[in-house]
């Protein structure tokens, strides 16, 4: 979807079941910047990622029914996409975990709990390793956007 701008959003499908984090990505991620898509049951993940096509993906690694680390399993190993940037959300407990995922292929890890204020950032610093031209053009509209002061996680 392109904005009146012509300026073309980055497509992020978020997989997470912790509403408190759904809230925190949706309010670190302007709609102006990110088209966001959410998904709390792992169980749906997969056939959204097909149908959608996301330039992103955030997984966290415990969700319901079907857990990230199958889910990037999957996308890497049985859709074959290893174009796909995908970045992985996790507690620190769950080092092992990190490091299994990052030998499918992860650009990246958010360690939980975080900011919104760091969210973008932290999301194009990753994406800009996959794909540094469309990267750049949304990091400069980024630099135009309004600043929060208010976290609503604090």
């Known amino acids: 979807m392109e904005e009146e701008s012509g300026f073309d959003r980055l497509k992020i499908l978020i997989a997470e079941d912790d509403k408190a984090v759904l809230v925190l990505y949706d309010n670190g991620l302007s709609n102006e910047v990110f088209e966001k898509k959410f998904v709390n049951d ?81 999301v194009m ?5 996959a794909n540094p031209e469309k990267a750049a053009a949304i990091i400069s509209q980024l630099k135009n956007l309004p600043v929060s002061e208010a976290d609503p996680a604090e």
């Not at 796909?84 to 080092?95: E, F, G, Q």
Request: proline fraction near 5%; include cysteine; glycine fraction near 6%.
């Open 42 to 122: 792992g169980s749906y993940v997969i056939s959204i990622f097909k149908e959608w096509k996301p330039d992103l993906l955030l997984l966290d690694i415990m969700l319901p029914e079907v857990s990230g680390y199958a889910i990037l399993k999957e996308i890497r190993e049985g859709l074959h996409d290893t174009r796909t940037p995908i970045i992985m959300a996790t507690s620190l407990s769950d080092k092992a975990a990190v490091l299994d995922c990052l030998q499918l292929g992860i650009q990246g890890y958010l360690v939980k709990p975080f900011s919104h204020r760091d969210i973008a950032g932290k």
């Open 125 to 129: 610093a990753y994406y800009n390793k």
